[in-house]
């Protein structure tokens, strides 16, 4: 699977948006790009996932460059509850062999 | 639906003793895996399973075993409990094929003195 880069934490004003950067220079062609967040030690919580397209749902949107080397994660309109550590994960999909390797992530915070 | 439930919430055990974690969902997920998380760390997974009487070791399978009878449940036993196992235990659930996400449960935070 392909390694991603996040930093470490970032900050981020309530209301604004926040962006978090993810860098996977080594990704494949088939591999999608997943995003989980974990709040104060409850279980992780998926949020988004793509391959190549941007994608949008109801807690977020997904960016993802042309070449695949980087993706950001858009929380539009952040919350006090949007504090959490974010883990961006590049996982490949194979029949029978599905798991996701997770770094220690980005540790948000929603300043108010 | 339930989703993905799991006990203890807490648990402190002596070194040498055996437990069982319990795991269940109701999603019929083909899909369960266990994840150990200690502090200020990533998960790493320990087993998984892509079905009922299929299992796989992940990252760190060692001081751990698990059994997968049926699709609900996925019970992790600890063997002989050791310190360096004193960890939050998630367990997850998801479909198998296709880019489907993984369902979290709320874990199990263990202790072992």
């Known amino acids: 699977d392909a390694k991603t880069t996040q930093p470490t934490s970032m900050d981020c004003a309530e209301g604004r948006a926040a962006n978090l950067p993810c860098n996977h220079s080594t990704i494949s062609g088939n591999e999608y790009v997943y995003w989980y967040r974990q709040i104060h030690s409850q279980g992780p919580q998926y949020i988004i996932h793509?391959?190549?397209n941007n994608e949008t749902n109801e807690m977020a949107s997904l960016i993802i460059t042309e070449d695949r080397k980087s993706s950001t994660l858009i929380l539009p309109h952040a919350t006090l509850r949007d504090t959490a550590v974010y883990y961006c994960?590049?996982?490949?999909?194979?029949?029978?062999?599905?798991?996701?390797?997770f770094g220690t992530g980005t540790r948000l915070t929603i300043i108010p | 639906n339930a989703g993905v439930t799991q006990t203890p919430k807490f648990q402190v055990l002596k070194t040498g003793q055996s437990m069982t974690l319990q795991c269940a969902q109701d999603?019929?997920?083909?899909?369960m895996s266990w994840y150990r998380q200690d502090p200020g760390m990533g998960l790493r997974l320990i087993h998984y399973?892509?079905?009922?009487?299929?299992?796989d070791q992940g990252e760190v399978p060692n001081g751990y075993n698990v059994s997968r009878s049926t699709t609900e449940d996925f019970p992790l036993r600890l063997l002989s409990a050791a310190p360096s196992q004193t960890s939050v235990y998630f367990c997850a659930s998801s479909y198998h094929e296709g880019p489907y996400e993984q369902y979290f449960g709320p874990g199990t935070r263990l202790t072992v003195t």
């Open positions: 399973s892509v079905g009922a009487g299929i299992t």
């Open positions: 793509g391959l190549k």
């Open positions: 994960i590049v996982r490949v999909r194979h029949f029978g062999n599905e798991k996701l390797t």
């Open positions: 999603m019929n997920h083909e899909y």
